[in-house]
């Protein structure tokens, strides 16, 4: 049986959607992360980098949640999970673009607004000056520039889902979790074809008992 060693308000929120989807059994593991929003050190004597998701089965441990989403698609849900073929290319596409282009720069945003509040307080408010800029003018741009891609794609052939068809594939599993984070930070970057991608992938039973497994994630109440 599969096991998810999950930290809350993490990537691996995704894997749980995706086992739930599959309606497959495992096990999870909780890991609560500390005041400074660091996982625990418990997690290193699962996997020596210390970070969720990790999931073992059998005698495999695995790390990076891209990694995990294929090994569960590939060993245990292919058929479920298969985009259309007017869709392949898309799905290999947005399984990368999620990790690899979106959330840097997500993470950026998180990071410009936490070191200000982190600093020292006497130099508090230069940092907030200076890492209100560098958002505005590095980040905010180009989240704007993502948005309205990411809504025209949805708008051909009124997609559903990132690769097409009626059901999410691995795409969506990948991109959930940068857009649960982008909705519930940014909904004004959102359009009509974003807010209903995100919309529909919460009302997914699926997805609302992975909630229910995995407990705290502050990313699943956007207002949009």
Not at 55 to 60: C, Q
Not at 202 to 211: I, K, S, T
């Amino acid at each position: 049986m599969i096991t998810v060693h999950h930290l809350n308000n993490s990537r691996s929120q995704r894997i749980l959607w995706l086992l739930e989807e599959l309606e497959l059994p495992y096990e999870i593991k909780k890991y609560q992360r500390s005041q400074e929003g660091i996982a625990p050190p418990e997690l290193s004597n699962i996997h020596p980098l210390g970070l969720a998701p990790i999931v073992t089965d059998g005698d495999l441990t695995l790390a990076e949640s891209g990694a995990i989403v294929e090994y569960i698609v590939q060993k245990y849900g292919r058929s479920k999970v298969q985009p259309p073929d007017s869709g392949k290319i898309h799905d290999l596409y947005f399984k990368h673009y999620a990790e690899g282009t979106l959330m840097p720069i997500l993470v950026n945003k998180l990071v410009f607004s936490i070191v200000p509040e982190r600093s020292p307080f006497f130099i508090r408010p230069i940092a907030r000056m200076m890492f209100g800029a560098l958002t505005a003018k590095l980040v905010t741009p180009r989240l704007l520039a993502h948005a309205a891609y990411l809504e025209k794609h949805l708008e051909q052939d009124d997609k559903q889902w990132f690769a097409g068809g009626e059901e999410p594939t691995i795409a969506d599993y990948m991109m959930s979790f940068p857009m649960d984070g982008w909705a519930d930070g940014m909904p004004e970057a959102f359009g009509p074809n974003l807010k209903a991608y995100v919309k529909r992938m919460h009302d997914r039973p699926a997805y609302q008992r992975a909630l229910k497994q995995g407990g705290e994630y502050a990313y699943a109440k956007p207002s949009l």
